[in-house]
């Protein structure tokens, strides 16, 4: 069974939006602290942010302000809303329990930045 599905990459320019989606399986969802990660080409995954099941939000500081965390309860579904997109951006976008469980890793999502 598939526990997440991440949706929403593209290819952007500079300075452009996306929101990223991720479908959450229902147990999974109410239970754990739900979170994005990235991974960029050659480097490990990374973790980008959080939202508990009470709804706190935490986001790794470098990205504050251009990175928001949400949730969508009735539709088990977190996003993430990328402003002001950089090239350093660029990276394949993946959504999982946090901490993360090496079993639910998902196809992800892919982001191109360029001009």
């Known amino acids: 069974q598939v526990q997440f599905v991440e949706s929403g990459g593209g290819s952007v320019r500079p300075g452009g939006s996306l929101r990223l989606s991720c479908i959450v399986s229902s147990s999974i969802f109410s239970t754990y602290g739900l979170g994005w990660y990235r991974q960029v080409t050659g480097y490990h995954r990374s973790w980008i942010a959080t939202?508990?099941?009470?709804?706190?939000?935490n986001v790794l500081n470098t990205l504050e302000g251009r990175f928001t965390i949400s949730r969508e309860i009735a539709n088990n579904t977190i996003y993430l809303q990328i402003d002001n997109l950089k090239p350093d951006d660029t990276a394949v976008y993946f959504c999982?329990?946090?901490?993360?469980?090496?079993?639910?890793w998902g196809q992800g999502t892919l982001v191109t930045v360029s001009s």
């Open positions: 999982n329990t946090v901490p993360y469980s090496p079993h639910f």
């Open positions: 939202i508990t099941t009470g709804g706190i939000t």
